[in-house]
């Protein structure tokens, strides 16, 4: 007689119609140590890769620099310590760690620095001039590789002299007339009111992580929809005055505010949500993917296999680009399987981001179930002959897929990596052997 197994949660959670032998590989990220994040409760230790040092901002908000093939633990959206998982990025600022950014519209760089993160950064000081009109500071210009597609910036902002509850940031094509779209992030809460989609921009999220001393870490990501007569795009930050004003007449010499560490990305290692300030010094820098793998060799049952996967994210369905007939691959849990190849995947499918949504394969599946919610539930259920795809338990998709029993996975390994925008936080991954409905495995 087969005996069930308990796993031990806090929320009572359990897998009351399985035998030890049907639970193939099982994870669970939020309750397993640091030093144990690469050893499954059930499965084979696994191993963690980054070519680079990753910045990252740690649960106290301080800035940190891990050493390559290191795994590193930031908060999640819901407030847990939790393994990480970020794409590549390369930050086309040239050089933000002397003397914070250099250009603007009205706007004065007062003299002296101000020394951030120990002295890996110096933030410049910024006032308003005496024109009336916006004040505004430019991050930095991007005249090369220019096409449609997602660009991000962020920097390091501390209001000193202005409003201390707003902030706005804004991208702008430059062409046979400039084209500008601003967001408004409200400091204090970290919410941001986008503006209207244009012919030429569609905003798609701004934010903010506070950090200690008054600092906090902003940016905005907007997508590019068209490249006509655009010469160059170009990010900035305005300054607001003490009324929460950022239209006004400065008198040159009041502190505003203090800018820098700030990045640029587009569209080569796109960004709705960045990462950390990468220290730049002199040339663009690149932080590799992060890749984490366990090995995972075992054949297909012939009574199928339902696999189970959990994260949280910082980017939802809503504040995805158009899709503009491209198939991006988002969150991706392994390739897809391949009839010709004789092969499967250990998830069975690729996420991928289709027509602006977050779904699995969904270039041969039909039905979607957008991603609302910060908290990210997928579940597949594969048998010799279809592909069942389910979120949150809820069945969404169904596909015809053949493939026989006794196949070898390839890769013969678990891979989770993030290809682009933004990071995902680690919290259960379960492979069990048979059909299995994924209700019972939701935490």
């Given amino acids: 007689?087969?005996?069930?197994?308990?796993?031990?949660?806090?929320?009572?959670?359990?897998?009351?119609?399985?035998?030890?032998?049907?639970?193939?590989?099982?994870?669970?990220?939020?309750?397993?140590?640091?030093?144990?994040?690469?050893?499954?409760?059930?499965?084979?230790?696994?191993?963690?890769?980054?070519?680079?040092?990753?910045?990252?901002?740690?649960?106290?908000?301080?800035?940190?620099?891990?050493?390559?093939?290191?795994?590193?633990?930031?908060?999640?959206?819901?407030?847990?310590?939790?393994?990480?998982?970020?794409?590549?990025?390369?930050?086309?600022?040239?050089?933000?760690?002397?003397?914070?950014?250099?250009?603007?519209?009205?706007?004065?760089?007062?003299?002296?620095?101000?020394?951030?993160?120990?002295?890996?950064?110096?933030?410049?000081?910024?006032?308003?001039?005496?024109?009336?009109?916006?004040?505004?500071?430019?991050?930095?210009?991007?005249?090369?590789?220019?096409?449609?597609?997602?660009?991000?910036?962020?920097?390091?902002?501390?209001?000193?002299?202005?409003?201390?509850?707003?902030?706005?940031?804004?991208?702008?094509?430059?062409?046979?007339?400039?084209?500008?779209?601003a967001a408004i992030i409200d400091l204090v809460s970290g919410a941001a009111t986008l503006p209207p989609e244009t012919s030429r921009w569609k905003p798609l999220k701004a934010g903010r992580i506070a950090l200690p001393g008054g600092y906090y870490y902003i940016f905005f990501a907007a997508y590019l929809k068209s490249t006509s007569n655009v010469t160059a795009v170009n990010s900035q930050i305005n300054l607001f005055n003490a009324s929460g004003d950022y239209s006004f007449t400065g008198d040159g010499t009041t502190e505003l505010a203090l800018v820098g560490a700030h990045c640029l990305f587009g569209p080569t290692t796109p960004f709705i949500y960045p990462p950390a300030p990468i220290r730049t010094t002199g040339s663009t820098v690149t932080v590799a993917q992060d890749v984490l793998s366990f090995p995972f060799s075992t054949p297909f049952p012939s009574e199928g296999l339902t696999a189970h996967f959990e994260a949280e994210l910082s980017v939802l369905s809503s504040e995805l680009p158009p899709s503009d007939g491209q198939n991006w691959h988002f969150y991706n849990l392994g390739t897809p399987d391949t009839a010709?190849?004789?092969?499967?995947?250990?998830?069975?499918?690729?996420?991928?981001?289709?027509?602006?949504?977050?779904?699995?394969?969904?270039?041969?599946?039909?039905?979607?179930?957008?991603?609302?919610?910060?908290?990210?539930?997928?579940?597949?259920?594969?048998?010799?002959?279809?592909?069942?795809?389910?979120?949150?338990?809820?069945?969404?998709?169904?596909?015809?897929?053949?493939?026989?029993?006794?196949?070898?996975?390839?890769?013969?390994?678990?891979?989770?990596?993030?290809?682009?925008y933004a990071p995902i936080w680690l919290r259960r991954y379960a492979l069990v052997k048979g059909i299995v409905n994924p209700k019972l495995l939701l935490t």
């Avoid at 696994?46 to 680079?52: I, L, M, V, Y």
């Avoid at 519209?105 to 308003?128: D, E, I």
């Avoid at 499918?349 to 908290?375: F, H, K, W």
């Avoid at 390994?413 to 993030?418: A, Q, R």
């Fill in 1 to 181: 007689m087969r005996q069930p197994i308990w796993l031990r949660r806090p929320s009572g959670f359990r897998l009351t119609d399985l035998a030890a032998r049907r639970l193939l590989f099982y994870h669970d990220f939020a309750l397993a140590p640091q030093q144990a994040s690469l050893r499954p409760v059930v499965g084979n230790a696994g191993s963690f890769s980054r070519a680079t040092t990753r910045p990252y901002f740690d649960e106290n908000g301080a800035y940190k620099e891990t050493a390559p093939n290191e795994l590193i633990f930031t908060q999640s959206p819901s407030g847990l310590l939790l393994p990480t998982i970020w794409p590549a990025a390369t930050n086309l600022v040239t050089n933000n760690s002397s003397n914070g950014p250099s250009g603007g519209f009205q706007r004065v760089k007062l003299s002296g620095t101000v020394s951030w993160a120990g002295g890996l950064f110096n933030l410049g000081r910024y006032a308003a001039d005496t024109n009336t009109g916006e004040h505004r500071v430019t991050l930095g210009t991007i005249t090369s590789g220019i096409s449609v597609g997602v660009y991000c910036a962020s920097a390091i902002y501390k209001p000193t002299g202005g409003s201390s509850a707003l902030a706005r940031m804004s991208w702008e094509a430059v062409a046979g007339s400039n084209e500008a779209t």
């Fill in 340 to 420: 010709a190849g004789g092969t499967y995947s250990p998830f069975g499918a690729t996420v991928s981001i289709i027509r602006g949504e977050l779904q699995l394969d969904n270039t041969a599946a039909t039905g979607s179930q957008p991603v609302s919610s910060s908290y990210w539930r997928e579940s597949v259920q594969l048998t010799l002959s279809e592909e069942t795809y389910w979120r949150n338990g809820v069945q969404y998709a169904t596909r015809t897929q053949s493939r026989p029993a006794g196949m070898n996975p390839s890769p013969a390994s678990i891979g989770i990596s993030v290809a682009r």
